[in-house]
């Protein structure tokens, strides 16, 4: 079963930015997604990439602010995140889209002044 681990995460004021990494521990060669999960509210789809990376699309509330990107050679997924708003303070997790039961311990992103 491969593993998927989320790093990069932390504290960030508001109009700061984060990239965010998903370490697979086998092939991702699938379709990926980035999710997050406020609290109090259930987890979402923020951003979702073709196997290719040749397409993606997001959440209306991160379009133009974040970007999803792949490396498939190193196994990676990757969430270029600008223009941090609190609204984005969350536990984010990297998942195959759509998602399967197998969730890494995610990467907490908090964005306060």
């Known amino acids: 079963q491969v593993r998927l681990v989320e790093s990069g995460g932390g504290l960030v004021q508001p109009g700061g930015s984060l990239r965010l990494s998903c370490a697979a521990s086998?092939?991702?060669?699938?379709?990926m997604g980035w999710y997050r999960q406020a609290p109090g509210k259930q987890r979402e789809l923020v951003a979702a990439?073709?196997?290719?990376?040749?397409?993606?699309n997001y959440a209306d509330s991160v379009k133009g602010r974040f970007t999803i990107s792949r490396d498939n050679a190193r196994k990676t997924l990757f969430l270029q995140m600008n223009s941090l708003k609190p609204e984005d303070t969350a536990v984010y997790y990297c998942?195959?889209?759509?998602?399967?039961?197998?969730w890494g311990q995610g990467t907490q992103v908090t964005v306060s002044s």
């Open positions: 998942n195959w889209y759509p998602n399967r039961p197998v």
């Open positions: 086998g092939s991702i060669f699938s379709a």
């Open positions: 990439i073709t196997t290719s990376g040749g397409s993606t």
